[in-house]
């Protein structure tokens, strides 16, 4: 069946890819993310009649708002929310330790990861229960899962927010046809990782059982399953895909 999503953070690494494989099983789409020129990318590669693209800064309320009416406007009721945005400070391709992270930076961290899905969840979830029926998909982190390796602080704590956050609104959306899941990639090749320091990558993948890094494609294709329309069972659950560097 044909549904109407939006995904966060969409315009490139792990959100663009799973933009793709909505519109490659013919879903609308609507991406929303902070960076334009990423954005106008995005529109010139995918673009056609089932996608749009909305600017917003998720540190912005308003921004949120605003972003999930244009989205509505333009392709109809959301049926699938995809909370994919997310950021992760670092120095020097780094985390700083905690002792030295500073209050302008925790916050942001949490505004942008842990916030901004509430209130697109309360712009957007509503609606979903009304229709009877819905899927939000919540991007954690192996950093929120197990002790952190490349992830600071802030970073860590806020993506086992996401958890918390899910689960929670997992149990209030159950008897209305909307699941709520999570997602938590290990180290996956995205522009974000191509930030780290020298070496850090090639470490981490040597660690990782099956000898690699991730791959965007891989994370969608777990998205992409938890939106169907046959996982109507599945819901408050974290789906970790790391390739075996953690398992619960």
Same mark, same amino acid.
């Given at each position: ?143 929120? *899962? ?40 290990? *180290? ?23 000898? *690699? ?36």
């Amino acid at each position: 069946m044909r549904r109407t999503a939006l995904v966060t953070g969409g315009a490139r690494g792990i959100g663009l890819a799973i933009v793709r494989d909505l519109l490659a099983v013919g879903h609308r789409v609507a991406i929303m993310d902070v960076d334009e020129s990423a954005l106008e990318r995005a529109t010139a590669e995918l673009g056609g009649p089932n996608l749009v693209s909305v600017k917003a800064d998720l540190a912005r309320p308003e921004e949120i708002a605003a972003g999930v009416r244009g989205a509505e406007e333009a392709l109809g009721a959301l049926d699938i929310l995809v909370n994919n945005a997310g950021i992760s400070p670092k120095i020097d391709g780094r985390p700083a330790p905690f002792e030295q992270i500073d209050l302008e930076t925790w916050n942001r961290v949490w505004q942008i990861n842990v916030t901004a899905m509430l209130l697109t969840c309360q712009a957007v979830v509503p609606g979903m229960r009304q229709r009877g029926w819905g899927r939000v998909v919540n991007m954690a982190s192996l950093a929120g *899962r197990t002790r952190p390796t490349v992830a600071g602080a802030a970073y860590a704590a806020s993506k086992s927010a996401v958890i918390g956050l899910t689960r929670a609104v997992a149990v209030e959306c159950a008897g209305h046809g909307v699941t709520v899941n999570a997602i938590a990639p290990g *180290r996956i090749d995205t522009p974000m990782a191509a930030g780290a320091a020298p070496g850090m990558n090639e470490e981490f993948a040597r660690r990782i059982p099956v000898g *690699r890094m991730g791959l965007p494609e891989e994370i969608a294709a777990a998205a992409l399953y938890l939106v169907g329309e046959r996982t109507g069972f599945v819901t408050g659950t974290v789906l970790d895909v790391n390739g075996g560097f953690f398992m619960a």
